[in-house]
Structures are given as C-alpha cells and as structure tokens.
C-alpha cells in the first residue's frame, strides 16, 4: 500500500532534504529525509520485541549506529530542496504493507521527529501516485529585507539595502510567464538535460520591509528561483530595464543572469497533484 504525507521543515540546519552519498555510502550531513525515515520506521517498528525496538531508537539518536536497518521505508519527495530552503508543503510518499491509523502515525512521528520537522497529513494514495512525477503544480515563495539598517527580528532572511520598485520587478518578472528554456537560470552544476520549463505566475509584492516573491510552474530547475531573485536584484540594483529579464531569458547563457541568492528565505508552500 502506498501513503503519502505533507512535510514541514525548516531548512537551515540540514544538507538539503536528500540522503546524499559518497562511495555508495550514506554521508554523515543531516537530511530532512534522513531524520524522517528513521522517525517513521521508529514508530512503525515500534511492536517488536525491546530489544529491537532500543535498536531502532539507538538508531535515531546516535549516528555511530546508524546503518540501513534503521530504515526499512524508503521516501520519495516531490522534489529536491538544498540547504537552508524551507518547506510548508512537501509531499512524500513511502510503501508499507499494512493500514496505518493516520492520527496515531502523524502523532507519534512528530514526537520522535527533530523539532524543526514536522508531519500534517496522511493518506492511502493509489499505487501509480508519486510524489515527484505524478506533480503538476509547485509553489515557491522567497523572502527579503528590503532596508538598510538590520533589525534584531530580521531571522536569517537577506537584507537588500537599496531600494527596490516592485512595479518595476513585476514587469521584469512578467516576461517569464508561459513555457520557456530557462537555461539562463540554472546551475551549471546540474545534471538534469530538461530545461524547459512553465511558468504559471510570478508576482512580488511588499508588506512593510518584506518583499515577497510567488512564483508558480509546473517544474523548476536547479537554483532556477534564486537565480530569477539575483537576477531582479541585478535590475534593480543597477536601475536597469526590465526588459533585460527577457533579453536574460532567450540568450540560454547562464552568465547574463545574476547571481544566485542565498537560499534562506525560500520556502516550498505547496505540490498540486492532478
């Protein structure tokens, strides 16, 4: 039986969501689905014998003990976060063969889970559902300080000292909208061929200090949102045309981009599935 369920996790203290190897070994960085494998197979385990259950509680609190028979689930995220990004609305889905009472699993999960982690949802999917490729619709948001002195309740979120137009932003951002080869905003390190993409909304707008950018499509690539933040902070910051978002879009050269922004203050809001 297949289930899936919604994460929630602040970012800053984990190497991004994925288990990342080395030598075809589990590296030793903490990962949102490292924590949230062992929390689930924690609590599904929990009916065996004593013994095998401090096993598996070993498991999850020291990482010298920590081996694949820790983690008899394996999850499938609907897509890849890196360090420091956020998440109001992941969906992962996992295989397990017997019925799960979803208050009981989404209580006991976020009480093994680390504090900055949490589970809100449960729910039987069919078995064709997947996490990453049955997706439609993902929503992204990032965040900044647009002030130039720092205030103590700023958090980790970048600080832009000059100011911004957010009229002038939303029309830089309009020339995104439709379906595109963003290879101009992505990582040179990425290992993905598909550079197309579709682009449903991106909008900014400002509340107070904070800008808020939303932008929604269908996929992204690797760094792509960040890489369309540097690239307005490039515009706005050297008071040039708008127009240069979409001179930036069909050139396909990640040089004429800006640079990618740091990743605090990006948050995954939701998945949409058909």
């Known amino acids: 039986m297949r289930y899936a369920l919604k994460v929630q996790y602040v970012g800053k203290n984990y190497a991004g969501s994925q288990i990342q190897f080395e030598n075809g070994k589990e590296r030793e960085f903490p990962t949102i689905q490292g924590e ?5 197979c924690t609590f599904l385990n929990s009916g065996e014998t004593r013994s095998d259950k401090l096993h598996k509680l070993d498991c999850h609190t020291d990482k010298s003990v920590r081996n694949d028979s820790c983690r008899s689930i394996k999850t499938v995220f609907s897509g890849r976060t890196d360090r ?8 992962v889905h996992f295989d397990y063969d017997k019925d799960i009472v979803a208050s009981d699993f989404i209580y006991h999960v976020n009480e093994i889970l680390p504090n900055d982690i949490s589970i809100s949802d ?14 439609i619709r993902r929503w992204y948001r990032f965040e900044f300080i647009n002030r130039r002195y720092k205030q103590a309740f700023d958090g980790d979120l970048m600080r832009v000292k000059f100011k911004v137009d957010i009229e002038r932003m939303n029309k830089s951002l309009s020339y995104l ?6 290879s101009s905003f992505k990582s040179s390190g990425t290992l993905n061929p598909s550079k197309v993409c579709i682009l449903y909304r991106a909008e900014v707008k400002k509340e107070g200090d904070k800008v808020i950018l939303d932008i929604e499509g269908n996929r992204f690539l690797y760094n792509m949102v960040r890489t ?26 990640r040089r004429k981009a800006g640079q990618t922004v740091s990743p605090e203050g990006l948050t995954l809001m939701r998945v949409e599935y058909s």
């Not at 949230?36 to 689930?40: G, H, K, P, Q, V």
């Not at 420091?84 to 969906?91: A, D, K, P, T």
């Not at 999917?125 to 490729?133: L, T, Y």
């Not at 008071?239 to 069909?250: F, I, Q």
């Open 228 to 253: 369309i933040v540097g690239t307005l902070l490039k515009i706005e910051g050297h008071n040039l045309e708008p127009e240069l978002m979409r001179e930036v879009l069909e050139v396909k050269d």
């Open 84 to 91: 420091g990004v956020n998440s109001l609305g992941q969906v």
């Open 122 to 135: 449960l729910k039987r999917v069919p078995d064709d559902f997947h996490a990453q490729k049955s997706a």
């Open 36 to 40: 949230l494998e062992r929390a689930i």
């Open 177 to 182: 909208i439709g379906e595109h080869d963003f």
